[in-house]
């Protein structure tokens, strides 16, 4: 039996979403395989925390901020200072440690690499021979993904293969397999069926809003939406977020059309019934909506990675970048009037050609 140890954060929810994907597909596929994901909060409570809360904050309130470390770090000289750095890397050895001697593993995998400087350096000591791996979860390559201990990245496309060499990564050490998306995007699904046990089941299209962050233009566009001439269902997805399933309960009256979610295990079926998804353009939600083929309307990217994100995607059509509430609405009229698109892209082997590496 393998086992190997999946590494994410709650920084941006698709990392996990990786991470499950890598689980669930070694879970149905791979008997031999025993995928273990944790998220860095329960290696070391510190530094994970510590990791999510600047995330949260500056996404929210300062993305200058975020995009400015971003960019900063995306200078080799930089990033490899800040390697290192072994002062603060030291200040967690101990805990992280423990918690890998424990684990026994023949393999690790970072969904997030943030965590990957602290963490390698621990694990190569405690398990010489062992593989570890980064799935990057963009599409950009950025220079902190240069971690000399890594033996293998697993990137979306061949682009994101050209950044990783531009910042000094082994060419050799690189595969291109897609990002592990759920194998759930990718099976047959009925459509109808799915409306109905949802609770929408009419002729209407449905346009499926997901957005965790309480932002200016969340409430004006489920408005508009909803008071638009011809109908539509909208659901709208807060991700957890109470605060904004609050609001947004207290300000729009309930209606048969209209379906609020706060938290679901289950957004592959509101994307799948969706003719249209507006979210904001992280890595794991564009790959699904690639599987799905649908095309998404990309809004409120975070400096940095996403709005690379969101560059590469609108250059080949796959979706739109609308930002304000104007260009969210007459994206949405445009794609609802296009016809369905099959799957454009994605891979749905990506899990198998990563875990591969394992064998």
Same mark, same amino acid.
């Given at each position: 039996?393998?086992?190997? $140890?999946?590494? %994410? ?7 996990? +979403? ?17 995928? %273990? ?33 971003? *960019? ?26 423990? #918690? ?22 621990? &694990? ?24 000399? $201990?890594?033996?293998?990245?697993? =990137? ?19 595969? =291109? ?10 099976? +047959?699904?009925?459509?109808?069926? $799915? ?5 929408? /089941? ?11 962050? %309480? ?6 566009? !489920?408005?508009? $939406?909803?008071?638009?001439? *011809? ?5 709208? @997805? &807060? /991700? ?45 939600? !564009? %790959?699904? &909506? ?42 949405? *009229?445009?794609?609802? !009037? ?5 799957? @454009?892209?994605? +891979?749905?082997?990506? &899990?198998?050609? !990563?875990?591969? #590496?394992? *064998?």
């Amino acid at each position: 039996m393998k086992k190997i $140890l999946v590494v %994410s954060m709650k920084t941006g929810w698709g990392h996990i +979403r990786a991470a499950q994907a890598l689980e669930d597909y070694a879970k149905n596929n791979l008997p031999d395989f025993k995928i %273990s994901h944790v998220d860095l909060c329960e290696i070391e409570p510190g530094l994970g925390k510590f990791f999510e809360i600047f995330y949260d904050i500056t996404n929210d309130h300062l993305p200058t901020i975020w995009g400015a470390v971003y *960019e900063t770090f995306d200078k080799e000289m930089i990033s490899s200072a800040f390697r290192k750095a072994n002062g603060f890397q030291r200040l967690f050895r101990r805990r992280i440690g423990r #918690y890998l001697r424990k684990q026994a593993v023949d393999g690790v995998i970072f969904t997030n690499v943030i965590p990957a400087p602290m963490v390698a350096p621990v &694990c190569r000591e405690i398990y010489p021979g062992i593989p570890m791996a980064v799935v990057v979860t963009d599409y950009h390559g950025h220079s902190y993904y240069n971690v000399p $201990l890594i033996n293998r990245y697993f =990137v979306a496309i061949p682009e994101v293969k050209n950044d990783l060499i531009r910042v000094g990564v082994d060419e050799k050490k690189i595969a =291109v397999t897609g990002i592990p998306v759920g194998q759930k995007f990718y099976g +047959r699904y009925d459509q109808g069926g $799915l409306k109905r046990k949802l609770g929408l /089941g009419n002729g209407l299209k449905t346009v499926t809003f997901i957005s965790r962050l %309480s932002k200016d233009f969340v409430l004006p566009v !489920i408005k508009r $939406l909803l008071e638009r001439g *011809e109908k539509i269902n909208l659901v709208m @997805i &807060c /991700g957890g977020n109470n605060d904004l399933y609050k609001k947004i309960k207290d300000e729009i009256p309930t209606r048969k059309n209209f379906k609020l979610v706060n938290w679901t295990n289950r957004i592959d079926e509101y994307m799948k019934i969706a003719d249209a998804v507006i979210s904001k353009p992280g890595g794991l939600v !564009i %790959s699904e &909506c690639l599987a799905l083929g649908r095309k998404i309307i990309m809004t409120d990217p975070i400096p940095g990675q996403e709005e690379r994100n969101a560059e590469f995607i609108a250059k080949y059509g796959y979706g739109v970048l609308a930002l304000a509430p104007d260009e969210i609405i007459a994206a949405v *009229e445009k794609i609802l !009037i296009m016809p369905r698109a099959g799957q @454009i892209a994605a +891979r749905s082997d990506s &899990c198998a050609e !990563i875990l591969k #590496y394992f *064998e």
